[in-house]
T-cell receptor, first 113, second 112 residues
Framework: KNQVEQSPQSLIILEGKNCTLQ??????????LRWYKQDTGRGPVSLTI?????NTKSNGRYTATLDADTKQSSLHITASQLSDSASYIC????????????FGTGTRLLVSP | DAGVIQSPRHEVTEMGQEVTLRCKPI?????LFWYRQTMMRGLELLIY????????DSGMPEDRFSAKMPNASFSTLKIQPSEPRDSAVYFC??????????FGQGTRLTVV
């Protein structure tokens, strides 16, 4: 069964600290993996997208990694800011195009002052 | 471009009533998606269109749900009759052939 699991479910960190969110997937055939940020009351916004051959990709203070062998990904946030408080969703695309996406249920991050 | 526009932002209705959610995709995008998001199940694809034609509606939960895309700039998701378990946030997203998908701000539906 195609599944995406994320951990932790929720996380509280102090402003300025780093954190790492985890994503494990059992999706086949794999096409790519995306990380989305979803602010409260808003739609998800894409942060990064990685294909099978990419190990890491950065977007500002966000760095995503992908290990296609172990089917694991992580999203590292450096020097967290209050505006990083949001849900972070890991999404894996099947090799049939964007249309076939498997969503994780997300990690809810709260950055505290 | 103003992005994907959904209306209404919030909808509260009584069980049994008809509910219509609306979406205006980004101009030029040829894919349109309807998703439902709940705490328990996360984001689920309900249906998607390509060039106004429904391609995959296997995610539509029941016959009470229907979606249309009469033209490239407008789509509706209708629930008739609505039930309390339909309460969720409904997102519309659009995508071009060579672009990432962009989500609207969602419609929060509450059926009482």
């Amino acid at each position: 069964k195609n599944q995406v699991e994320q951990s932790p479910q929720s996380l509280i960190i102090l402003e300025g600290k780093n954190c790492t969110l985890q994503c494990n997937y059992t999706v086949s055939p794999f096409s790519n993996l995306r990380w989305y940020k979803q602010d409260t009351g808003r739609g998800p916004v894409s942060l990064t997208i990685m294909t099978f051959s990419e190990n890491t990709k950065s977007n500002g203070r966000y760095t995503a990694t992908l290990d296609a062998d172990t089917k694991q990904s992580s999203l590292h946030i450096t020097a967290s800011q209050l505006s990083d408080s949001a849900s972070y969703i890991c999404v894996v695309s099947l090799n049939t195009g964007f249309q076939k996406l498997v969503f994780g249920t997300g990690t809810r991050l709260l950055v505290s002052p | 471009d103003a992005g994907v526009i959904q209306s209404p932002r919030h909808e509260v209705t009584e069980m049994g009533q008809e509910v219509t959610l609306r979406c205006k995709p980004i101009s030029g995008h040829d894919y349109l998606f309807w998703y439902r998001q709940t705490m328990m199940r996360g984001l689920e694809l309900l249906i998607y269109f390509n060039n106004n034609v429904p391609i995959d509606d296997s995610g539509m939960p029941e016959d009470r749900f229907s979606a249309k895309m009469p033209n490239a700039s407008f789509s509706t998701l209708k629930i008739q009759p609505s039930e309390p378990r339909d309460s969720a946030v409904y997102f519309c997203a659009s995508k071009g052939s060579l672009t990432e998908a962009f989500f609207g701000q969602g419609t929060r539906l509450t059926v009482v």
